[in-house]
């Protein structure tokens, strides 16, 4: 499988909204709705911010937000925050139970 | 709480084998898969496999099927992951991440440096 698609950099000032595209195929993003999104800080592993496409786990602040159309999920992230600066990836089940990750994004807070 | 604690950094000659361990507590090792993902430096995140710890069923992404070899031992809660047939293109941190149900790993350890050099 090859990796999903997406932005290397995207910006924004604090207090705004940016959203970070993720596009993949009809056999991975278009067919399951199985795709998560993870925030990476320099020098850390990566942390679940979204899964199944739209749910957020406990403690991950509401300003995240996953949606998903056709061969494309998105990511939104509201009210940006300085401490919202790090790489995002997103990444989706794909066939016979395999996992696919996006090249990964790096978002900067102006 | 939820942890996985990895192995520490491995330096390796290109040709040989690295064996990272992954040990889990605060949760039922069994009920979740571990998967595992290879980041070289600078780069993105690169899934390599999961494993069952309840039947010890692998699957593998292509791209490594044939080098890397994922087990546990629930006796002691903990996965393994080794690499074999190294090169220098296998310099990277390696982690392992649980998962539960499909919703994508949730828990991750914090990474193991393997540096691959002659």
């Known amino acids: 499988q090859s990796a999903l698609t997406q932005p290397a950099s995207v910006s924004g000032s604090p207090g705004q909204s940016i959203t970070i595209s993720c596009t993949g195929t009809?056999?991975?993003?278009?067919?399951?709705?199985?795709v998560s999104w993870y925030q990476q800080h320099p020098g850390e592993a990566p942390k679940l911010i979204i899964f199944e496409v739209t749910k957020r786990p406990s403690g991950v602040s509401d300003r995240f937000s996953g949606s998903k159309s056709g061969n494309t999920a998105s990511l939104t992230i509201s009210g940006l925050q300085a401490e919202d600066e790090a790489d995002y990836y997103c990444?989706?089940?794909?066939?016979?139970?395999?996992?696919?990750f996006g090249g990964g994004t790096k978002l900067t807070v102006l | 709480q939820v942890q996985l604690v990895q192995s520490g950094a491995e330096v390796k000659k290109p040709g040989t084998s690295v064996k990272v361990s992954c040990k889990a507590s605060g949760y039922t090792f069994t009920n979740y898969y571990i998967h595992w993902v290879r980041q070289a430096p600078g780069q993105g995140l690169e899934w390599m496999g999961w494993?069952?710890?309840?039947?010890?069923?692998?699957n593998y992404a292509q791209k490594f099927q044939g080098r890397v070899l994922m087990t546990t031992d629930t006796s002691i809660n903990t996965a393994y992951m080794q690499l074999s047939g190294l090169t220098s293109d296998d310099t990277a941190i390696f982690y392992c991440a649980r998962e539960w149900e499909l919703r994508g790993p949730d828990s991750w350890g914090q990474g193991t440096l393997v540096s691959v050099s002659s």
């Open positions: 494993i069952n710890p309840n039947s010890g069923g692998t």
């Open positions: 009809g056999s991975n993003i278009g067919y399951y709705n199985l």
């Open positions: 990444c989706s089940y794909a066939p016979i139970s395999t996992l696919v």
